[in-house]
T-cell receptor
Framework: AQSVTQPDARVTVSEGASLQLRCKYS??????LFWYVQYPRQGLQLLLK??????VVQGVNGFEAEFSKSNSSFHLRKASVHWSDSAVYFC??????????FGGGTRLTVRP | EAAVTQSPRSKVAVTGGKVTLSCHQT?????MYWYRQDTGHGLRLIHY???????EKGDIPDGYKASRPSQENFSLILELASLSQTAVYFC???????????FGSGTRLTVL
């Protein structure tokens, strides 16, 4: 079945540490790929998106993500996290001709 | 200034009652969406619309109706609210089907 999977429901890291949040999808063709962030009591905001081209895309606040066709993945990374990065992060996928589908989200806690 | 505004911010409803959630966008976008978010889960698409006076079913439309009387306004209607519809509801807009979604701050609905 076609799906978007974020295997880590919760991730805790220390401030200043590097971060990787995982996202895998199962679609036959390369879809549009997105990462959204949800801060407490707010709606989702776009961090970055991938449509085509360079597999590494830069986003806001120092985030980047790398698309891997061979692994059907779109992992989110940040070199050094800040306490304000604590939030829920959603990977989302839109296959051609289909609607946007969200993963279950990863709750990130950054310890001071 | 918030470009997607939802009202109310929170609501308590009784089982069997009628609930209307409203959404207004000033992005001049053609597409509008209603999602629900359950605790610890991702977002699931209920209804969407790409033109005024027309709505489309999403992935979980049962028990919900939608209305798009103008480009700016999109309502979600629960004719007979049920306990299982307790959730946070998000409205979003985009200028085309694959583009970035812009979200409102959400409506927390509790059905008792």
């Amino acid at each position: 079945a076609q799906s978007v999977t974020q295997p880590d429901a919760r991730v805790t890291v220390s401030e200043g540490a590097s971060l990787q949040l995982r996202c895998k999808y199962s679609y036959s063709a390369t879809p549009y790929l997105f990462w959204y962030v949800q801060y407490p009591r707010q709606g989702l905001q776009l961090l970055l998106k991938y449509y085509s081209g360079d597999p590494v895309v830069q986003g806001v606040n120092g985030f980047e993500a790398e698309f891997s066709k061979s692994n059907s993945s779109f992992h989110l990374r940040k070199a050094s996290v800040h306490w304000s990065d604590s939030a829920v992060y959603f990977c989302a996928v839109r296959p051609a001709g289909a609607k946007l589908t969200f993963g279950g989200g990863t709750r990130l806690t950054v310890r001071p | 200034e918030a470009a997607v505004t939802q009202s109310p911010r929170s609501k308590v409803a009784v089982t069997g009652g009628k609930v209307t959630l409203s959404c207004h966008q000033t992005n001049n976008h053609d597409y509008m969406y209603w999602y629900r978010q359950d605790t610890g889960h991702g977002l699931r698409l209920i209804h969407y619309s790409y033109v005024a006076d027309s709505t489309e079913k999403g992935d979980i439309p049962d028990g919900y109706k939608a209305s798009r009387p103008s480009q700016e306004n999109f309502s979600l209607i629960l004719e007979l609210a049920s306990l299982s519809q307790t959730a946070v509801y998000f409205c979003a807009s985009s200028d085309w089907g694959g583009a970035t979604l812009y979200f409102g701050s959400g409506t927390r609905l509790t059905v008792l």
